[in-house]
């Protein structure tokens, strides 16, 4: 699945499951909390969550962003691939720029 196809996915799952839907301001915090799922799992592979009370898959909660991301570029009709495709071009720029320091 492309990034195009994960955006429709979840744009049809809430069109069919969720007829009404959160404020989108609230799905900007779903994100975070689900970023926050994503770093206790990194923490706890590392050793570093002790007293851990259940154990995060990391992919699982890598998923769990990636829906939330898509949610909320959806409630702004943020076109992720088009988003991607900007990112790395400032990358490939910066690393351009690197190589002829
Ligand atoms: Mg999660």
Known sequence: MNL????EWVRADWEQHSPVRP?????????FEELGEMAEAIRQRSGQK?????????GEEMGDVLVALATVAN?????????????R???EARHKLGTEA
């Not at 195009?4 to 955006?7: H, Y």
């Not at 404020?23 to 994100?31: A, I, V």
């Not at 702004?76 to 990112?87: G, H, N, P, R, T």
């Open 4 to 7: 195009l196809e994960l955006q």
């Open 50 to 58: 002790e007293h851990a009370t259940h154990t995060t898959d990391l």
């Open 23 to 31: 404020d989108p301001h609230m799905q900007l915090l779903y994100l």
């Open 75 to 87: 409630n702004y009709q943020v076109d992720l691939e088009e988003a991607f495709e900007k990112a």
């Open 89 to 91: 071009a400032k990358i």
